[in-house]
């Protein structure tokens, strides 16, 4: 744990705490300054205040940082890393592996795993995170962008917010779909009475996934998905809202849905530009077995 103590300027009287922090340590946004407000983190005069408190100069801010060796350690498991250099890598995700730590769980993350891969680990705003660009959920598997620099972390994530980096997911879906191509433009939010889950809803961000018929089954269809925004559960809850649910989805699925593998939703096409050398990388990942399988017995089905 390290602690920085400082003075405010009298020249910033009157105006926000988490705007004038922002200023003074200009390695923190204001949401991250919020945050550890929040955590008690950082105290003003020994006490904690909010974020949209008034300062009147003269406070003394006391913040401590927890360093990244303070909040991980590395833990071993086999990866299979598809794309490497200094600036950042593309991991294959097993199903079952949480991306990042997080306060209500120990389990072993993709973060811990790739612990020793980043140099300056005290560089990244969020120690907890450190370079991961997108998210995939625990129980769908594929690609995952990974950025090794802050500078890189930055540049990715913008491209992600531009809508410059291309995801496209296989997915098995229940029922037989009419459409051979869709657009689903529905907007996503939380829950209200299930804080663990996201649903369409006129008070959400708005949310886009577009799909494409590759097989038809008996009672399922494969799909490829392509994400236009990255929403939270996004492309479960529009096949649900569509009616034809992702199979072995537990939290949207059907009651009678085959949870085995989790849900069967796979990160299967990367495509970006470098950030650094602006080269663009297309990378693809094949199906696990466990996916390849169920398709085979779909298929064996419909005949």
């Known amino acids: 744990m390290s602690e920085n103590n400082k003075t405010i300027p009298k020249r910033f009287a009157g105006e926000r705490l988490d705007k004038i922090l922002a200023e003074l340590e200009a390695d923190l946004s204001r949401s991250r300054i919020k945050k550890m407000m929040e955590e008690g983190s950082i105290l003003i005069d020994g006490r904690p205040r909010k974020a949209s408190d008034t300062a009147f100069g003269g406070e003394v801010v006391a913040i401590s940082r927890k360093t990244a060796s303070e909040e991980l350690k590395h833990r071993a498991m086999p990866l299979e890393i598809l794309y490497e250099d200094e600036e950042l890598l593309v991991v294959n995700k097993p199903v079952g592996l949480i991306v990042h730590p997080s306060k209500t769980t120990d389990e072993t993350t993709l973060v811990h795993a790739l612990?020793?891969?980043?140099?300056?680990?005290?560089?990244?705003?969020?120690?907890?995170?450190?370079?991961?660009?997108?998210?995939?959920?625990?129980?769908?598997?594929?690609?995952?962008?990974?950025?090794?620099?802050?500078?890189?972390?930055?540049?990715?994530?913008?491209?992600?917010?531009?809508?410059?980096?291309?995801?496209?997911?296989?997915?098995?879906?229940?029922?037989?779909?009419?459409?051979?191509?869709?657009?689903?433009?529905?907007?996503?939010?939380?829950?209200?009475?299930?804080?663990?889950?996201m649903g369409v809803s006129s008070k959400g961000k708005e949310s886009v996934t577009r799909f494409r018929v590759l097989r038809r089954f008996e009672a399922h269809s494969l799909l490829e998905c392509e994400l236009e925004t990255g929403r939270t559960h996004q492309i479960r809850v529009h096949m649900r809202y569509i009616k034809h649910p992702v199979v072995g989805d537990a939290t949207y699925g059907y009651k009678k849905t085959d949870t085995t593998h989790g849900q069967y939703l796979h990160a299967y096409k990367l495509v970006f530009n470098h950030p650094k050398t602006g080269e663009e990388i297309a990378l693809e990942s094949r199906l696990p077995k466990f996916f390849r399988d169920k398709i085979q017995r779909f298929e064996e089905k419909s005949r």
Do not use: C, W
């Open 115 to 197: 612990y020793p891969l980043f140099k300056d680990k005290t560089a990244f705003e969020d120690p907890m995170r450190l370079g991961i660009v997108h998210r995939l959920d625990k129980d769908t598997s594929g690609l995952l962008l990974v950025a090794k620099t802050p500078s890189a972390l930055a540049a990715l994530q913008k491209d992600l917010k531009d809508r410059k980096i291309k995801r496209r997911y296989m997915v098995l879906v229940e029922g037989v779909v009419s459409h051979n191509r869709g657009k689903i433009d529905a907007p996503i939010g939380r829950n209200e009475k299930a804080r663990h889950k």
